[in-house]
């Protein structure tokens, strides 16, 4: 990759840049929440689906906010897109493709094996001993990520 950065690309990395920060910043700050907001993860936890290791004597109702959900791994995640979000920042501000060619080889990487992770997210929720479907925010962020992948390739290629 040798020459400036075409304006496809500094406007490829710039949408990378507020995506990734935007949901980023979200799942690093408030990891529950955000998964709850999106529907990835039911906001409220109805009491039979509690393991009785951890229900409280005589509850009966719902549990509000209990999303059970990993805060570490979910504040990693977060933490890898507001990476992604400052490296796109980075390849944004960059004059030259010599400059950005690792960064954008990684971008294509990260976005093939994230839709690869959805599908086989998908497939296996479809799979276990009580199916679910994937959250449509799931297959929003599959989107999202396969056309960021083909705009990486796409830069790649020129």
Same mark, same amino acid.
């Given at each position: 990759m040798? *020459?400036?950065?075409?304006?496809?690309?500094?406007?490829?990395f710039?949408?990378?840049?507020?995506?990734?920060?935007l949901? *980023?910043?979200?799942?690093?700050l408030?990891?529950?929440?955000?998964?709850?907001?999106? *529907?990835?993860?039911?906001?409220?936890?109805?009491? /039979?689906?509690?393991?009785?290791i951890?229900?409280l004597?005589?509850?009966?109702?719902?549990?509000?906010?209990?999303?059970?959900?990993?805060?570490?791994?979910?504040?990693?995640?977060?933490?890898?897109?507001l990476?992604?979000?400052? /490296?796109?920042?980075?390849g944004?501000?960059?004059?030259?493709?010599?400059?950005v060619?690792?960064?954008?080889?990684?971008?294509?990487?990260?976005c093939?094996l994230?839709?690869i992770?959805?599908?086989y997210?998908?497939?296996?929720?479809?799979?276990?001993?009580?199916?679910?479907?994937?959250?449509?925010?799931?297959?929003a962020l599959?989107?999202?990520?396969?056309?960021?992948?083909v /705009?990486?390739?796409?830069?790649?290629?020129?």
């Amino acid at each position: 990759m040798q *020459g400036p950065i075409s304006k496809c690309l500094r406007t490829t990395f710039l949408v990378h840049m507020i995506v990734a920060a935007l949901l *980023g910043i979200a799942l690093w700050l408030v990891p529950g929440r955000t998964l709850a907001l999106l *529907g990835w993860v039911p906001e409220w936890v109805p009491i /039979s689906n509690i393991p009785e290791i951890a229900k409280l004597p005589a509850a009966k109702r719902s549990i509000p906010g209990q999303t059970f959900v990993d805060p570490v791994l979910t504040r990693i995640i977060g933490a890898a897109l507001l990476a992604l979000a400052f /490296s796109s920042y980075r390849g944004w501000r960059s004059a030259s493709k010599d400059e950005v060619s690792v960064l954008v080889q990684m971008e294509a990487v990260f976005c093939v094996l994230g839709v690869i992770a959805f599908l086989y997210g998908a497939w296996a929720m479809s799979q276990a001993v009580e199916p679910r479907a994937m959250p449509p925010i799931g297959w929003a962020l599959a989107v999202v990520l396969a056309g960021f992948a083909v /705009s990486w390739a796409i830069a790649l290629r020129r």
